[in-house]
Structures are given as C-alpha cells and as structure tokens.
C-alpha cells in the first residue's frame, strides 16, 4: 500500500518554515488576483478560440467548457438555460480528459512546489 504525506508547510524568504495560514496572509491578494485572472483569462479565451475559430454550436461548446472545467452545477445550469441535451454531447469527452489531468497534474505540483 502506497500512502502520501503531503503537508502544507513552506518555505518563506528568510527560508524558515511557514505555515499556510503565515504565507495566505503574507501573499493572499496576489494569488487571489492571479488565479482570478488566469480562470477569467483562460474561459475567455477558450469562448471565442470555439465561437469565432472553431465556429461551434455555443450550447456545444459550453458544454465542452464545463466539461473541461469538470463542473456538472454548471452542466446543469446550461443544459437548463438552453433547454435541451445538448450540451452534453460536448460535456463528456472534456470531462474525461479535465479529471485526468486534474489527477496527474495536481500530484506534479504539489511534489515540485
């Protein structure tokens, strides 16, 4: 059996061990503005690459942005909002691939930070 220690102690600029609440209150506003920023940025993006590139159905392509953000809240709400399925046609293969990523990716972060 495998098990993982990830703990949430890091170091600081005088490379002394701080804890998560030490370095939130130390440097909270700029990775809050930054994780704004790219999450805004990047469904933006993601938008108008479909809607003006790809020339996408939008209810597809909400879908596939929900699905790739592997939020079925929002699925939900869209599929309400346009009343009809189809935006899970768009939904499933993103999704697949969002919680794959989010598996591995999160574990290579949390082992190079």
């Known amino acids: ?57 939008p209810a597809l392509l909400l879908g596939a942005m929900t699905g790739a953000g592997t939020c079925t809240a929002a699925l939900n709400t869209v599929k309400d909002d346009a009343d009809s399925p189809v935006p899970v046609i768009g939904y499933t293969v993103p999704y697949a691939i969002g919680n794959v ?8 972060i949390i082992n190079i930070i």
Do not use: Q
Request: glycine content about 10%; proline content about 0%; charged content about 10%.
């Open 1 to 57: 059996m495998v098990t993982m220690n990830i703990t949430c102690d890091r170091l600081d600029d005088m490379g002394s061990m701080g804890t998560t609440k030490d370095t939130t209150a130390h440097r909270g506003m700029a990775h809050t503005f930054a994780g704004v920023t790219l999450t805004t940025f990047t469904h933006l993006l993601t938008w108008l690459f479909g809607l003006y590139v790809l020339k996408l159905n």
């Open 101 to 108: 990523l989010l598996t591995v990716w999160g574990v290579l």
